[in-house]
């Protein structure tokens, strides 16, 4: 079990690159999420998934674009990278059914914009 | 703004005192969860009490939740210099699509 498996691991973009962070897991979790921590900010959150198909906005969303087509991959998609992104973004996953337990990370993805 | 904020911001105690951190939060909640981060690593959950009770444990380890008064607190027994990590609560909101949220986080110290 590879668990929440996060690519890339570094990135570095220039200002108004796109890019996409991949966020995949083999646990067959139904609950998806991708979240920023930036210094003293804590986790916030982006855009989280119930499920294929559905998704939502969470604290965070503008700038940031995702979907969900398969239960195994949540992908987040930066439109035009802006300084104010650059950051660490987590992915996480949970067995969802309506309680989130307990939340699964992926080793996370820093990513800086120039 | 956050659905939680924790104090102390941060922390530092000598190995074998107690450390406690309190969360807040803002919302109806499911369950509230603690989570420990080491060096900017992925999360590890530690911890889940759910809005029904009032308290847990779990080896060191002692939660507390006041619906009431919307927040929590998390209890560590005898701290060892292996505790010294980023410890965050996160919730679960009641109703509709359920989101999880964290809180800013406690940085705690423990010296040897």
């Known amino acids: 079990n590879a668990g929440v498996t996060q690519t890339p691991k570094f990135q570095v973009l220039k200002t108004g690159q796109s890019m996409t962070l991949q966020c995949a897991q083999d646990?067959?979790?139904?609950?998806m999420s991708w979240y920023r921590q930036d210094p003293g900010m804590g986790l916030r959150l982006i855009h989280y998934?119930?499920?294929?198909?559905?998704?939502d906005q969470g604290e965070v969303p503008n700038g940031y674009n995702v979907s969900r087509s398969t239960t195994e991959d949540f992908p987040l998609r930066l439109l035009s990278a802006a300084p104010s992104q650059t950051s660490v973004y987590f992915c996480?996953?949970?067995?969802?059914?309506?309680?989130?337990?307990?939340?699964?990370f992926g080793s996370g993805t820093q990513l800086s914009v120039l | 703004s956050q659905q939680g904020e924790e104090d102390p911001q941060a922390l530092s105690i000598q190995e074998g005192e107690n450390a406690t951190m309190n969360c807040s939060y803002k919302?109806?909640?499911?369950?509230l969860q603690w989570y420990r981060q080491n060096s900017g690593r992925g999360l590890v959950h530690l911890i889940l009490?759910?809005?029904?009770?009032r308290e847990k444990h779990s080896g060191r380890l002692r939660v507390t939740l006041d619906t009431s008064k919307k927040s929590s607190s998390l209890l560590i027994t005898a701290s060892r210099a292996a505790d010294t990590a980023s410890y965050f609560c996160?919730?679960?909101?009641?109703?509709?699509?359920?989101?999880?949220?964290f809180g800013t986080g406690t940085k705690l110290q423990v010296i040897p």
């Open positions: 996160a919730t679960v909101n009641s109703g509709g699509y359920q989101k999880v949220t």
């Open positions: 009490i759910r809005s029904n009770e």
């Open positions: 996480a996953s949970s067995p969802g059914g309506g309680n989130n337990e307990k939340l699964f």
């Open positions: 646990m067959n979790h139904e609950y």
């Open positions: 919302t109806s909640i499911n369950n």
């Open positions: 998934s119930v499920g294929a198909g559905i998704t």
